[in-house]
């Protein structure tokens, strides 16, 4: 069995600045969040993951850094972190952070001192080229924000790259002194207590970019470097990256090829994600069963990590043209809602309606695939988006707690606030909050905290392997198992809307006393499997076997 925790840990991801505000600055901050990890541990949450927490000028909010050594002061001070760890720590509740190093913020020392001049010891920390590369309009990850990646400086006198938004010059990681560097900020951290990172923006940062070649080559040594640096200092820390790529090139990122994971633990499942949302948008497994096929089988040692929502826009960019267009149909109907010609920005529940049967049934999905699975702040409350906000920000509002005013939030006057509150409608706060919730034994919240208390007990989701059953089933439904020496899991999700009765006594033989563990109702006994109702979005977790040792 297994024995890395990141194999069976559950990850929530937040960020500080609209999570908990305890001092009434309209900003969240450590010590409001150390308040709230009882509810993250009541939740099942094992390991948080805190988006950017550094000083910043907050133009892509905080993913534009001034200072990878200290604390966004608004959240408050270094030791308020490590108290942070420590009372984490204590509940058995790991953190780990966001390490953006693809770039800083212009603002950053490094920067302004590399721009000041040619002699600058920063200067080849950046990627500059003397002239206009022919390439400087292709490669924009925020088309309609951002129209170039390469853009001029004037105290430089010298063009300088971006892969992303212009205040974000790309460091250059070709050199030997900005790699060390790099190293140093992840030692600092695990130094702290951190249990490791999720790597911004991982392809670009071991592009090594060419002035007028968009399709520069890429140093995956670096990525093995940085792991065996990691490894050494904080044996059990883990490396989660986004790398959002085609199928063939992910091994790359676990492994240089040597059989088992030499480089990154973990990457987002990007693939499975887009397709989970085409597959939901049709009611039909299809796509998830692709994914499972198709996505590479991974070196021992890494894992998925899957998710329904992010902080992002939902990239649908894997996706042909028409499939896309059959979710944008479906979940972001109106050109509001979508992002970048490519991405939805809303959060889950106002995408499916606000159905609950249809909510449940996606994080059942979710939870019970391959991989490790992270949930997004708000969602385990089914939060709804603020369309008026630009672009990401509308998924980004503040956490719903209470009825008391701004949610219960923060305690500063509505124009103090980071971001505002959604307080009209089915998702305000006076009809969603983690209070009202709390006081109804059927609420989504109640239904988080059950559903990851069960899958605690099956150990194989997640640490074990995840596969397709392919045996002949209604359409709509998608049949899949969870193998490992504990044990095995059968799970059977109906992603249309008719009650169906499926046959898999051809899995009898390999089930001992089979049962539900987890369902959206109550169902006759599984008995030989031979005749299970399943309802219109029903789902049901059958336990085939367990192992007493396991
Ligand atoms: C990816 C992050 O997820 C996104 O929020 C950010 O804007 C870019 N990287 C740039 O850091």
Known sequence: MSDRWYSKAVIYCLDVDTYVDSDGDGVGDFRGLIGRLDYLVRLGVTCLWLNPIHPTPDRDDGYDVTDFYAVDPRYGTLGDFAELLHQAGNRGIRVIIDLVVNHTSDQHPWFQSARSSPDSPYRDWYVWSAEAPPDRHQ????????????????????????????????????????????????????????????????????????????????????????????????????????????????????????????????????????????????????????????????????????????????????????????????????????????????????????DRRRLELAYSLQFTLRGTPVLRYGEEIGMGEDLSLPGREAIRTPMQWSYLPNGGFSSAEVEQLVRPVIADGEFGYEKLNVTAQRHDPGSLLGWFERMIRTLREAPEVGAGSCTYVDVLAPPGVLVHRADDASGAMLFLHNLGTDRVTVDLQSLAGDAEFPNDVFADQEYDPVGKLDALELAGYGYRWIRLHRSPAG
């Open 139 to 354: 490669g924009m990850v925020f088309p309609g924000e951002q129209d170039e990646t390469w853009s001029y400086d004037r105290t430089a006198k010298a063009w300088y790259y971006h892969r992303f938004y212009r205040f974000q010059p790309d460091l250059n990681v070709a050199n030997p002194r900005v790699r060390e560097e790099i190293k140093k900020i992840t030692a600092f951290w695990l130094q702290l207590g951190v249990s490791g990172f999720r790597i911004d923006a991982a392809p670009f940062i071991i592009e090594l970019t060419e002035p007028g070649n968009p399709n520069s080559p890429k140093d995956f040594e670096f990525l093995t470097e940085l792991r065996q640096h990691v490894q050494w200092r904080r044996a059990d820390a883990v490396l989660l990256a986004e790398a959002n790529v085609e199928p063939d090139g992910l091994v790359d990122y676990f492994s240089d090829g040597g059989g088992s994971s030499n480089r990154l633990h973990m990457l987002f499942d990007f693939m499975l994600n887009g397709r989970l949302m085409l597959a939901l948008a049709r009611r039909d497994p299809e796509p998830i069963i692709e994914a499972l096929r198709d996505t590479p089988a991974l070196p021992s040692g890494a894992s998925w990590a899957t998710f329904l929502r992010n902080h992002d826009e939902i990239d649908l960019s894997r996706l042909t043209a028409e499939q896309r267009n059959e979710v944008f149909e479906e979940f972001g109907p109106d050109e509001e809602m979508r992002l970048y010609g490519r991405g939805i920005r809303r959060r889950l529940a106002p995408m499916l309606g606000n």
